[in-house]
């Protein structure tokens, strides 16, 4: 009914904590303790620990469990994508948002208004995660990560395919590639095996824990090995994912004159792929990129369009352009390098 229709921001803020549900006594991934929690996906600028209630999905607090440790919550609870949950006036439902394994979008609806907060979310096929669905809302909440024109991510298997290349060509050097733990790791594990490479894939031991709960769910990476316990004599010509910051340290010394990719969003940019030490930039992102962004901001048909984090400014005045009303939240602690 329209009379019952009020602002949204009555009831949805930002506060010093996180983005505020006041009309459900709930925030969305704070980045401070709280009471209650509700958590869009299990990275870490998103998922931290010490709230009193946390709800999320399964995947999520495992994630969450296995990053954090059992006690990151005083208590957890599943949600399962569409179900439906009373909290306060509010009702509260998850949706995939193909981000990462478990990553939710978190749909509220109160008085007469529904929103939709996105969390982080790519368009994107992604073997590791459930594919974005779009829900039509009075007000979308949409991270901005790669909010600007420039930043337009390529056909993912195609960047695999010029890794796998470049095995080929490269015989008996290296393939180091620097990934995220969470998500990147496992898509790009995924994408390898899909594109026929068949060899054994080293792993660097901060990557274990997560790809051994991927596999625990089902996914089959295929033969992976411990890149530390392996004799030298293997790991040439070999490919050995690592995290980022792995590609230039101590740790990379040993591989001899290894090829150095790097497989993220922001390998668009020249001077931050230089930054990571990388030769083999890959552009390969679990963002949405600056089409995307575009693209499901007229998908949910909202008329009103708030951005949380990333590149504001060129979203806002394309929003403005489109006829609908934009906001910056600008909230605090969120960082860019997870990609
Ligand atoms: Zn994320
Ligand atoms: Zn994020």
Known sequence: METSRQPVDRWLFPR?????????????????????????????DHA????????????????????????????????????V??????????????????????????????VVVSGDYKRARDPTCAPFEVQR??????????????????????EV??????????????????????????R????VREAGYKAPVYLHGALYNMTEFYQSLGFDFGELRSASEAPENDLAGALVMCPPSALTDR?????????????????????????????????????????????TIGETQAEEIWVTHGREDALLHQIGKMGLNGRALSLVGFEDEAD
């Open 16 to 44: 010093p904590e996180g983005l505020y549900c006041a009309a459900g006594g709930f925030y969305i991934d704070p980045s401070r303790p709280v009471a209650r929690a509700v958590i869009t996906h299990g990275h870490s």
């Open 48 to 83: 931290r620990r010490g709230h009193g209630h946390v709800l999320a999905t399964a995947e999520t607090l495992s994630i969450m469990r296995i990053r954090l440790g059992d006690d990151h919550a005083g208590a957890t609870q599943v949600m399962r994508f569409g179900e």
């Open 85 to 114: 949950l009373r909290i306060g006036d509010v009702d509260l439902s998850f949706h995939p948002a193909g981000h990462v394994l478990g990553s939710a979008q978190i749909c509220l609806s109160h008085a007469g208004r529904k």
């Open 137 to 158: 809302c009075d007000l979308f909440v949409t991270e901005a990560t790669f909010g600007l024109p420039v930043f337009r991510h390529e056909p993912a298997a195609s």
């Open 161 to 186: 395919n010029r890794l796998l290349s470049s095995l080929e060509q490269r015989t008996g050097r290296t393939h180091l590639l620097g990934v995220y733990g969470l998500g990147k790791c496992q």
């Open 188 to 191: 790009m594990l995924a994408l």
């Open 251 to 295: 740790w990379s010394r040993r591989f001899g004159d290894p090829v150095r990719a790097a497989a993220s969003g922001w390998m668009r940019v020249r001077a931050r792929a230089r930054q990571r030490g990388a030769d083999l930039p890959l552009i390969v992102s679990d963002h949405a990129d600056w089409p995307e962004l575009l693209q």
